[in-house]
Every structure is written in C-alpha cells, then in structure tokens.
C-alpha cells in the first residue's frame, strides 16, 4: 500500500491513473464530514445534517480535488501551462498545483469581484493573474477561445478529470457514513461539483458500495439562479461571488443528477445565505464562505417546508472556507464591535463581569 498521499491515492483504483504516473498532490481530500448538533434542535425537527468541510482542503476549497487530478493528467500529457477562468476558488488551487508541478498558470478573473482571500492566494502561489472588466462566463468563453490558440490546458471543469477528481468527494461520504445520504444539499454555479458528486454516487451504487442513490438538491442564489429559471442568464449578480455565474458550463449534466435523483433546484436570496453562513459559524463554530452556506440555506428551507422528509439523513457541501472572504464576513458582523479597553487588570475583570 502506497503512503497516503492524498485522494488520486486512496482512490486510485477508480481513477484513471496508471502506476506509472507522476501525481501532484498537495494531499488534498480526506476532509471531516461534521454532525451538526445544534441547528437540529434550534429547528427542532428529527434530521441528521452532516457538512462536507471541504474547506479544510490545502488552498481551502473543494477545488483541489479535481485539480489534483486535471494537474495530474496534464503534466502526463506534456502540457506546460494551464490556464482557467475562475469567480477564485479555481484560480487559487490551479495556480498551487501549477507551482506543484513546475509548470504555469494563466488565470482570468473578473475585475474587483473575487474575495480578498482568494486573490492573496493566487498572488502568493505566483499564477500569472489577468483580469478582466467582465464577469466569470466571460471569461470562460475566452479561456475556450485562447485555448485553440496558445498551447494551454483548461483545468476549468469541462476538464473530464476535474469531474473524476471530485466525484471522490461522495465516495468518502458513503465511506464515512456505511452508506450514501437520503439527500445532497450543495451550491450550483457551473454544476461541475453536482456533477460529479451524482458520478461517484453512481458508481458506488453500481458497484453496490452503496445500497442507495441520495436526492440531489442543487441551492443558487437568487440572482444567479439558471437551472431555477430554467434557462442560461446574463448579468448574474450575488454576495456570493463564487457562484455568481450565469451561463453553468455543465449545464446537461446537472439535469440529468437532478432527473435521474428525483431532486430539485431552488434559488435564495443574499440575506438568506449570509443568515445561513452566520448561523454555522455562531451555532456549530464552522466558518465557511457565503457560496458555501447556500447549501444550508437550502436544506433548512427544505426540512421546513417537508420537502425534505424527518427522520432521513442530509449530506450539505460546505464548499471553501470561511477565510476566503474576510471583508464579506466582517461586514455582517457590524454590530459586535469588539471592546476596546484600558490595558489593566480591574478594565478586563469589568468587561468580562459584565458580560455574564
Ligand atoms: C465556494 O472558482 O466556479 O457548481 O471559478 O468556489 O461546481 O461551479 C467556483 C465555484 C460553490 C460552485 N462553492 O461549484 C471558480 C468557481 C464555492 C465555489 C461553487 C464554487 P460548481
């Protein structure tokens, strides 16, 4: 047994990989998957929620696995550059595992509108940045173009072995809980992720790891809602820059898991998902970003409307970390300005007295 060094190796028998070939790897997958134990009962109904931390992984999100994987199978194709257009989260993890690699990233990324974190990773990890006065869809239809142009890889998750990457992120669920959840709450921008967590779900069932498929429930925000609408959009807008994204690259894919699971899609407005962020962070002490929350915002809206059946068992993705996005979150927190005080023993004893 090869030392564990992250997913492409636990998982490898169902990865396209073969013995001889080089893995970049940051060591990523293997996140907690985390019970909640106090929103049940602050909600007081009979349900299990478990959150995918997926913001545990090395550059924070849920990116890093299927860029493992796409960064993998480019260096064992040759490739010397990859590129992507990213709303962040991608661009971060692609411009790690480039540096991983030894070879470049070139990351497109709409002007102004990623968050802090993500943008002081993708500059720390030396990617060549190059924004534009656009948004993400934009961006990844010029990353499609350059690409017929320039000797560069996409490692956006049109990429097959992006999906592949993250389809590991359900295998570890059910391996974790004996089987697979009744239902799969997660945030949809491009639907790559719900894409491939159905792909490994499936393929656990198939090969009866699993005795059961969960319900897919895909969450957006409301002002970047296409598969809610039911058609593409222009000038997607939300708090939560990283699904703010209105053309989902995946778009026949997510359909089909949502088809094929007898799932749904539902839309959320910004209050609401910054109330959901707020709500894990302050009740359960799991910070994770705005995108992230979604998820949450959605199975709570679920379990309360009885879509979601008491008594069953619910997976929600928690996508990136809570870190990503320091401005966001200290902007919701107006109201609890920290006390500032005189630097001697009878001030603390006060502020703590007087504070129980
Ligand atoms: C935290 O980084 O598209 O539905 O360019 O960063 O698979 O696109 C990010 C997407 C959810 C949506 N949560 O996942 C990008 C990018 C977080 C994200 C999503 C993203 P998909």
């Known amino acids: 047994m090869a030392r564990y060094t992250g997913l492409i190796n636990r998982y490898r028998n169902r990865l396209p990989i073969s013995t001889e070939t080089r893995i970049i790897s940051l060591n990523e997958g293997n996140t907690p998957l985390i019970k909640l134990e106090n929103i049940p009962k602050l909600i007081d109904k009979d349900v299990e929620i478990y959150v995918k931390y997926e913001g545990l992984n090395p550059t924070g999100s849920f990116k890093d696995r299927g860029m493992t994987m796409a960064v993998t199978k480019a260096v064992e194709e040759g490739s010397e550059a990859i590129i992507c257009a990213s709303t962040g989260n991608t661009s971060a993890s692609a411009a790690a595992y480039a540096v991983r690699a030894g070879i470049r990233a070139f990351v497109l990324i709409p002007d102004g509108k990623i968050a802090l974190g993500k943008l002081a990773q993708t500059l720390m990890y030396g990617a060549e940045i190059i924004q534009i006065n656009g948004n993400f869809d934009q961006g990844m239809s010029l990353v499609k173009e350059v690409a017929k ?4 890889t996409i490692v956006n998750s049109i990429n097959p072995f ?9 295998f ?15 945030p949809v921008g491009n639907a790559g992720n719900i894409t491939a967590y159905w792909k490994g779900y499936t393929e656990y069932a198939v090969d009866k790891v ?9 969450y957006q925000a409301a002002g970047a809602s296409p598969f809610v609408n039911g058609a593409m959009m222009d000038n997607p807008e939300t708090v939560a820059t990283a699904i703010r994204i209105g053309r989902p690259q995946s778009w026949d ?13 539902d839309k959320f407005t910004d209050e609401q998902i910054l109330a959901a962020q707020k709500m894990l962070s302050y009740h359960e002490g799991i910070f994770c970003e705005p995108a992230s929350a979604t998820s949450l ?12 059946k008491e008594g069953s068992k619910i997976v929600c993705t928690l996508t990136g970390n809570g870190l990503k996005d320091p401005d966001t979150a200290i902007s919701q927190c107006k109201d609890t300005h920290p006390v500032t005080i005189e630097a001697n023993l009878d001030a603390v004893k006060k502020a703590i007295l007087d504070n129980m």
Request: proline share 5%; charged share 20%; with cysteine.
């Open 149 to 152: 142009h320039a000797p560069v």
């Open 297 to 308: 915002a959605g199975a709570l809206h679920d379990i309360n409307n009885g879509k979601i």
């Open 162 to 170: 992006r999906i592949e990457g993250q389809k590991t992120a359900a």
């Open 253 to 265: 894919f997510a359909w089909n898991a949502q088809k094929e699971s007898g799932g749904w899609f």
């Open 210 to 218: 699993a005795t059961k498929l969960p319900v897919m429930c895909g």
């Open 172 to 186: 570890e669920i059910v391996d974790d809980l004996g089987d697979a959840p009744d239902y799969h709450c997660l």
